[in-house]
């Protein structure tokens, strides 16, 4: 069975500069999340979607970090424009409604310098 | 609203040895619980998860976790460690009838050496 897709790996920005992260969940899971996993720490919610529909952004900082599903299916996640403290690792996790066969991508990793 | 506490952030130990990593939880009604590990450069996966039945759980590579509800706390053990078992180890609980999001510990960084 496929994974959780997430590309790019990494990515290395300057601050200010904008940036964006694509997640591709398992097949048929209808959840999907994005995390924020900075050094030292354990992730934290970001965003929430079931379907194309947003369940959960009270954490993301919207002034400046988007996001979007809108088929569905895969998802980006933006950051414009980003700040030092953004470095962190950006996890896609998929799972069905009910949360079960939850599944984390491999991440990417920004550094904004 | 659910939270974890890992204690322990730094454990050095020597191959062989055993291992303990706490987990103590919050949350008023039934939980799920889990364990995930994160190697050097790659990403979470799971290594055991407690959903109801036997609370002392069996999960990859040797490693358990026993669920002691009156002490809200999924501890993980290992008997005997090995080089390959260093990496970030996160607790995480799952409250029914929320919202089905886990909330993650702050993680416990093992370093085995050989």
């Known amino acids: 069975e496929a994974g959780v897709a997430q590309s790019p790996r990494y990515k290395i920005i300057e601050k200010r500069q904008s940036v964006a992260f694509w997640c591709n969940p398992i097949?048929?899971?209808?959840?999907l999340y994005w995390y924020q996993q900075i050094l030292g720490q354990g992730p934290k919610l970001l965003i929430q979607f079931q379907n194309n529909g947003v369940v959960d952004d009270s954490q993301l900082p919207k002034d400046r970090f988007s996001a979007e599903r809108l088929k569905g299916v895969d998802s980006t996640l933006k950051i414009q424009p980003a700040k030092l403290e953004d470095s962190a690792v950006y996890l896609c996790a998929s799972s069905l409604p009910s949360g079960y066969g939850y599944t984390f991508g491999s991440g990417t990793r920004l550094t904004v310098v | 609203a659910q939270s974890v506490s890992q204690h322990n952030h730094h454990v050095i130990l020597s191959e062989a040895a055993s291992l303990e990593l706490g987990c103590n939880y919050s949350y008023g009604g039934t939980v799920n619980l889990f364990w995930y590990v994160q190697y050097p450069g790659q990403h979470l996966q799971l290594l055991l998860k407690y959903f109801s039945g036997d609370p002392l759980v069996k999960g990859i590579k040797g490693f358990e976790a026993e669920f002691i509800k009156s002490k809200f706390s999924f501890n993980l053990r290992k008997p005997s460690v090995q080089w390959s078992d260093t990496a970030e180890y996160f607790c995480a609980v799952l409250g029914e009838g929320g919202s089905y999001i886990p909330t993650f510990g702050r993680g416990t960084s093992l370093i085995v050496h050989p």
């Open positions: 097949s048929g899971h209808a959840t």
